[in-house]
């Protein structure tokens, strides 16, 4: 199995508290932990799919080319959900706008179900 290859472990644990803190929004503070966790939890979950991706031999360099990929290895459903993913990541490195963050917390429900979906699909 390809998962064997790979160690995942760092990715469950962000998963998991990525999930912890989603559920823990009650304060301007715990929205920021909370968001980088999704920071984090991203990019864990995108290099992953590249690790992977890699594994099956097939190189890509960019997120969007790596979701991509992964949706065509069957890693993940839909790589459009992803590129929003993406785009709400990459407003929080620009700004930190209330509205912003807002935007980026709507997300969260929708992020977590792909990570466990992807999580599931490689058979972790």
């Known amino acids: 199995m390809i998962i064997d290859t790979i160690n995942i472990n760092p990715l469950l644990k962000t998963v ?4 912890l803190f989603r559920h823990n929004l009650e304060t301007e503070q715990k929205q920021a932990v909370a968001i980088q966790a999704f920071e984090y939890s991203f990019e864990l979950s995108w290099k992953m ?3 992977l991706l890699a594994v099956h031999g097939k190189i890509a360099n ?3 080319e ?3 990929m992964a949706a065509l290895e069957g890693f993940i459903k839909d790589p459009e959900l992803c590129f929003d993913f993406l785009k709400k990541r ?3 490195v620009h700004t930190y706008e209330e509205k912003e963050a807002l935007e980026v917390i709507s997300v969260f429900p929708d992020f977590a179900r792909e990570l466990q979906n992807f999580i599931k699909n ?3």
Do not use: Q, V
């Not at 998991?16 to 999930?19: H, I, L, Q, S, T």
């Open 16 to 19: 998991k508290k990525f999930e």
């Open 66 to 68: 790596i979701y991509r």
């Open 122 to 124: 490689i058979g972790a």
């Open 49 to 51: 799919m590249k690790r």
């Open 62 to 64: 960019s997120p969007r």
């Open 90 to 92: 990459n407003m929080t």
